[in-house]
């Protein structure tokens, strides 16, 4: 039997980032639907032909969107919420650009948000739909919204378009689906107590609808992706998936279906997945590499088994002879694709456009592109064995060596002192009370007190300068002159609008993990490895491939500077361990955990070096702690464990009179308030403004023993709140937790607004705390 190489998804956006120009220049109006089509068409083929020459044979069609591929799902479905128009007939680019960004009358604003990603409305006449976190990664999806009575009906030609486009160029290929099951499930609902999965019956006759076309048009295999299939699902689920492909089976028999899941193990979803009556499964190996043995011995012996041996979700090479170790041993009796864990659009397209990096460390790694090259490899030896493929291998295996001994991954020193497992590592000198009181006295704080998250706009002029020093079109010391101004003045408007704790405004920062990422040794960072987050935004997270450590201090010199231009506390601004671990590639050669505390030490160098040069507020933020929660209950407790110890090392080094902050730019806590609690920080900031306090729940309930800023200003607006409007928050939330811990202060941090409303909210805002000491 013939192994084969598929893929599951390609990324969308193009080598040269063609899809987010088309996209904008569109959007801006400077071009016409056409020219987005044309753009889209060539990066389509282009994809489908050098996935080819790559080595794979099992292409995808479909897995190409303008925006997002549920967005795409509820589009083909005719899931458009009313207030984007009613959709009868198929659904416009218009509408699905509104749904994607909302719509506006005065100019089109694309979705601000902070760095935690794309959750928030936007701006507009007409919001755009809610986006969320696809599973576990940075990807962000459209949330579909379901009302009790949502009907469903064909409503897109896209898949089926872009299968005959692709035959028409030679490729047969297998187009992807977002499963029914899957889409109800990741989708809301605005009406309560209706359960999604009731529509089932309603949405299974339009997939049916689209398989049958599918097959017409000559397409035998459809794969069709249920990534719920890895989270904790109820008997419910389990039924809704097994009527949802039995009655596809049975409606259209002929066409056969790969069952996909990914980002997990299917645990004790195993033997619902067998039960279907599908042809193919494709589970993840890369996450649960364990689970081959169980599924060849449970399989039935006709069922197509897709390998996802390869990481789709990380750019590190594979060790090509390990798997083929294990895999030598299952090829010759089953029926067998290899393939990517995943959809590859979670990673960068191609290494070889990395020409500055550095040779070794590139060396070590595969982007989409390699990724296939290195299936195609492990088919090649399986189908006529390793000598066919004896110098790839022998490429693959010198590069796990070098891994195993360069050095410039391994820092014996590093090593050693993330060993040390000393409580007293993670453990402040007192306990919260005592430390209450030595910072009471250190501050001589008023009740109520008013600070900001730490970013202030990052105007036109500050990136312009940035982009000028970055292209040395102006020297560093006028840069840094430019960067002194702006925090000066940032810091006399602060102390004239009455803030109590200042911050330094973040002017010489591009991106709070990068900031940190590019002082520290163990970092690297790409010029072309362009990843989607959301729509058109791509992100490029750094890579960490070493032991991380910190050759000096990192943003002393500008707290020195800022605290030498006044005489009120300001605030260290830190990004904590467990926020860059999450934002970046981070190696695989060691558990995430010890890269973390790695990472924790070097954080915990700069907060004594601050403490030492006499600030007195230090805040680390930990934005990215809770989307790193694993996407089982039963791992929770693990994660949680090492990123509140990780924090702990960051923030137990300092005296007592030394106030600890941390920031958490999303409210959800109910579930991990243990933990939060647990990091011991003497001041938390969260997002509240929207949610009118009633995310404090999770605070009172739990009796949170320190302080908290719930924020009170929206910052995801451009709206500028009132004193009465911030005083009633406040006042909301002083019925959740004690006066005494409360903090005055917005949602996130400001880069992403203007001066002109972050003054008067301030204002605003710092007239409301007035109000309530009062
Ligand atoms: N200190 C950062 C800022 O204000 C925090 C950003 C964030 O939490 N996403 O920009
Ligand atoms: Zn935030």
Known sequence: MTVHVATLGFPRIGAHRELKKALESFWAGNSSEADLHQTAAQLRAENWKRQKEQGADILPSNDFSFYDHVLDTSTLVGAVPEIYGKSEGTVSLDTYFAMARGRQTKGAEDHKTCDCGGHHHHEGDVPAAEMTKWFDTNYHYLVPEFTRDQTFHLASTKILDEYREAKKQGFNTRPVLL?????????????????????????????????????????????????????????????????????????????????????????????????????????????????????????????????????????????????????????????????PSCSLIHTPIDVERETILDPEVKSWLSFALQKIEELATLAKALNKGRDAVRAELNKADEAVKSRKTSSRIHNKTVKERAAQKDASLTQRQSAFPIRQKAQEEALNLPLFPTTTIGSFPQTKEVRQARARHAKKEISTAEYDAFLEKETANAIAWQEEVGLDVLVHGEFERNDMVQYFGEQLSGFAFTKHAWVQSYGSRY??????????????????????????????PLKGMLTGPVTILNWSFVRDDQPRSETCRQIAFAIRDEVLDLEKEGCPVIQIDEAALREGLPLRRKDWKHYLNWAVESFRVTASGVQDKTQIHTHMCYSEFNDIIEAIAAMDADVISIETARSKMELLEAFTHHRYPAEIGPGVYDIHSPRVPSVEEMVALLKAAEKKVERRQLWVNPDCGLKTRRWEEVRPAIANMVAAARQLRG
């Open 179 to 339: 499963g029914p099951v899957s889409f109800l499930l990741l989708g809301k609902s605005r009406e309560e107590s209706f359960n999604r999965l009731d529509l089932l019956g309603n949405l299974l006759p339009v997939y049916a609808e689209v398989l049958r076309k599918l097959h017409e048009e000559g397409a035998e295999w459809v794969q069709i992706d249920e990534p719920i299939l890895v989270l904790d699902l109820d008997n419910a689920a389990r039924n809704a998936l097994k009527q949802a492909y039995q009655s596809l089976t049975s409606s259209v028999p002929t066409i056969k279906l790969m069952l996909t899941t990914y980002f997990g193990e299917l645990g004790d979803n195993l033997d619902t997945a067998l039960s279907l009556p599908v042809h193919g499964l494709h589970v993840d190996l890369v996450r649960a590499p364990h689970q081959l043995d169980t599924l060849i011995n449970k399989a039935h012996p006709e069922l197509v088994l897709s390998l996802g041996v390869i990481d789709g979700r990380n750019i590190w090479r594979a060790d090509l002879s390990a798997l083929l170790d294990r895999l030598e041993k299952v090829a010759p009796h089953r029926n067998l694709i290899l393939a």
């Open 539 to 568: 992100v490029r997270p750094p890579i960490i491939y070493g032991d991380v450590a910190r050759p000096k201090p990192m943003t002393l010199d500008w707290w020195k500077y800022a605290q030498s231009c006044t005489k009120k």
